[in-house]
């Protein structure tokens, strides 16, 4: 055989070969190269989409939290305003006891020095009463009369 023989057939083979590979082994690589890209660029866009929902739940969260620290102040200045109305409430409620306890106890305190003035003034009558009679009765004597006196002042 000749070297011309050989390389034709083996050029015959090899088309052949070619053939063959494009008709039934190319197309199935190539559907599975295509299906792989394919999943490959879903699979990026579902990234991206995922990366995007990301940022965008981020967001959303950092709003609810900073809502929910406005509304934490806001109910703890509530709080802080009704304390200080209950807190004043009741120190003007106690200011107004203490003033009506004093007006009660101020008003209790002059009948009780009105009586012991009427008493001491009816005992100092009665003194009075005696001591004139016992003076009446011992006129004669001026020391028995000062020992009189001394002794009603010290009963006083």
Do not use: C
Not at 27 to 39: G, I, S, T, V
Not at 42 to 60: F, T, W
Not at 82 to 110: F, G, M, P, S
Not at 123 to 151: F, N, T
Request: no cysteine.
């Amino acid at each position: 055989m000749s070297i011309n023989a050989t390389l034709i057939a083996q050029i015959i083979v090899f088309g052949i070969l070619v053939w063959v590979t494009m008709k039934y082994i190319w197309p199935p690589l190539a559907q599975a190269m295509d299906e792989r890209a394919q999943r490959i660029a879903d699979g990026l866009s579902a990234a991206e989409r995922a990366q995007a929902e990301l940022k965008d739940a981020d967001a959303r969260v950092a709003d609810e939290i900073r809502k929910a620290r406005v509304q934490a102040t806001e109910i703890v200045d509530k709080a802080h305003a009704q304390a200080n109305q209950i807190v004043d409430k009741a120190r003007t409620d106690a200011l107004l006891e203490a003033a009506r306890v004093k007006a009660t106890a101020q008003a209790d305190i002059e009948g009780m020095v009105g009586k012991a003035r009427e008493a001491l003034r009816g005992q100092v009558a009665a003194l009075a009463v005696q001591g004139a009679a016992k003076i009446v009765q011992r006129e004669i004597d001026p020391a028995a009369h000062q020992a009189l006196l001394d002794q009603l002042v010290t009963e006083i």
